[in-house]
T-cell receptor, first 110, second 116 residues
Framework: GESVGLHLPTLSVQEGDNSIINCAYS??????FIWYKQESGKGPQFIID?????DKRQGQRVTVLLNKTVKHLSLQIAATQPGDSAVYFC?????????FGAGTILRVKS | EPEVTQTPSHQVTQMGQEVILRCVPI?????FYWYRQILGQKVEFLVS????????KSEIFDDQFSVERPDGSNFTLKIRSTKLEDSAMYFC??????????????FGPGTRLTVL
């Protein structure tokens, strides 16, 4: 599930394992989604996007899955590395703005 | 790769003072945004701007806030009379198009605003 404030859900994975980060979105009319990575003290960094006419999109080491039936997005990171440690946000578009989810902390153990 | 830049990186001000946060969006982008993030919370939309006017603003963006594109490269956020609750990270973002082929919004590194 998702949380707000300081109690973000945390995913801890071993270096080299695959990570799966989940996100529920709210607006069934949203037609474009983005995953962002945010490292401490920095701005959100674009990772990958997907349109609602797709259910899967792959990038370099990352895959985004979209399930419109249950309004669910997931981000899969293959062979997770220490540099992947960050907070990950999904965002849905609403014409003139992005609506962000609460975020998930990814911790990679070496 | 082109980047969104923001200045200053950290701004400390007294309650009631005016602050101006500055951004230089990516040069061929047409749409500009301000978001804020209170410590430990999610990123919240403030305002979007296109063709020298506000496209949309949130409830947070009240009469104390204003935006301006004073020249062809800068995009500013002004808070006229800061309140303690305005303390947050403020992010500028830009995109080529919100509805067309490339809809990605690229974010700057942020300005940390501390209101004392």
């Amino acid at each position: 599930g998702e949380s707000v404030g300081l109690h973000l859900p945390t995913l801890s994975v071993q270096e080299g394992d695959n990570s799966i980060i989940n996100c529920a979105y709210s607006n069934s009319a949203s037609d474009y989604f983005i995953w962002y990575k945010q490292e401490s003290g920095k701005g959100p960094q674009f990772i990958i996007d997907i349109r609602s006419n797709m259910d899967k999109r792959q990038g370099q080491r990352v895959t985004v899955l979209l399930n419109k039936t249950v309004k669910h997005l997931s981000l899969q990171i293959a062979a997770t590395q220490p540099g992947d440690s960050a907070v990950y946000f999904c965002a849905e578009t609403d014409v003139n703005k992005l609506v962000f989810g609460a975020g998930t902390i990814l911790r990679v153990k070496s | 790769e082109p980047e969104v830049t923001q200045t200053p990186s950290h701004q400390v001000t007294q309650m009631g003072q005016e602050v101006i946060l500055r951004c230089v969006p990516i040069s061929n982008h047409l749409y500009f945004y301000w978001y804020r993030q209170i410590l430990g919370q999610k990123v919240e939309f403030l305002v979007s701007f296109y063709n020298n006017e506000i496209s949309e603003k949130s409830e947070i963006f009240d009469d104390q806030f204003s935006v301006e594109r004073p020249d062809g490269s800068n995009f500013t956020l002004k808070i006229r009379s800061t309140k303690l609750e305005d303390s947050a990270m403020y992010f500028c973002a830009s995109s080529y198009s919100p509805t067309g082929g490339d809809r990605r919004q690229y974010f700057g590194p942020g300005t940390r605003l501390t209101v004392l």
